[in-house]
């Protein structure tokens, strides 16, 4: 049977709130009254029932994926299968390693179907689908730790970067991690696409038998993982300048070849309070400028 999830306007009036079992959205519109309303109505009926269609599917889609064939039926479950088809054939990943985006990204465009918007965005716990017209632009704040607050850097996002979604993996996030990356933050034409990437470049930053570094099988953690008996990162204790750089050069290595494939737009990774960068992250490097001041109202989390 169909649940009915929570949905409700945040204070303001100006950001819904849509939320079903570990599914939570924060959906925010530009646009006139009438349009932001229609967009909104159109969110919320496409939220119903959503959940319960991954889930009629949810055995399928903690499989390691094919990178040929998709037997999923769901149109969010074949989006990630999609996204995560490219790295399927030398990588283990599953289709769930896309679902936050897959997930903002159906909802946006149920948005976009229904109304004339100016901006818009759909943050599913830091995954985020974007909307911008010709000339806008979002401020996007990235994080260096998931599980903190507080904003490492702003990444200025424009209409004609073609950037359509943000996605953000690591060891801290709310998924597990193979590698060590304290964060891994990457642009993509979607959501999707920026969600299954961010996995695996976060997977790839890691320095693998080192002693500093504690694993477990997922399933000790959680039993039914999609990673399984796979190790996943606890701890990262004391690392040298070294070996961070290391680590860090081994994902820009997977960044760069996602790149190059055309799979992302940029990234940003991040390990023990050092960053490296692939590709088109434009930093906010202007002093005079407050986190929400040239942007008002428009700086989001990734």
Do not use: W
Not at 7 to 24: S, V
Not at 236 to 252: K, Q, T, W, Y
């Amino acid at each position: 049977m169909t649940r009915l999830p929570q949905m409700a306007l945040l204070p303001g009036g100006k950001r819904l709130h849509l939320q079903d079992g570990p599914i939570d959205l924060i959906v925010e519109a530009d646009g006139s009254e009438d349009e932001m309303r229609a967009a909104y109505r159109a969110a919320a009926q496409r939220f119903v029932g959503l959940l319960d269609e991954l889930c009629e599917e949810l055995a399928m889609l903690r499989q390691a994926a094919d990178p040929h064939t998709c037997r999923l039926r769901g149109m969010v479950a074949r989006r990630m299968h999609a996204a995560v088809a490219p790295f399927a054939a030398e990588k283990f990943i599953t289709p769930m390693a896309a679902v936050a985006g897959s997930v903002a990204e159906e909802i946006l465009g149920a948005m976009q179907g229904a109304a004339r918007l100016d901006r818009a965005y759909v943050n599913n716990g830091g995954d985020i689908a974007l909307h911008l017209v010709p000339a806008a632009q979002f401020s996007v704040g990235v994080m260096d730790r998931p599980d903190r607050r507080g904003v490492m850097r702003t990444v200025l996002i424009h209409a004609d970067d073609a950037i359509g979604g943000i996605a953000t993996s690591g060891r801290h996030g709310r998924s597990f991690s193979l590698g060590i990356a304290d964060a891994a933050t990457v642009l993509a034409k979607t959501a999707s696409q920026a969600d299954a990437a961010a996995t695996i470049i976060a997977n790839a930053v890691d320095l693998p038998g080192h002693a500093a570094v504690a694993r477990c099988p997922a399933s000790e953690l959680q039993v039914e993982s999609d990673l399984g008996a796979r190790l996943v990162t606890r701890e990262v204790g004391a690392l040298s300048d070294g070996e961070i750089a290391r680590a860090l050069a081994a994902g820009a290595d997977c960044a760069q070849g996602a790149l190059a494939a055309g799979l992302i737009e940029g990234a940003a990774l991040c390990l023990k309070g050092r960053i490296t960068t692939v590709g088109l992250v434009r930093f906010d490097t202007s002093p005079s400028r407050g986190l929400h001041g040239r942007v008002r109202e428009s700086l989001i989390q990734a």
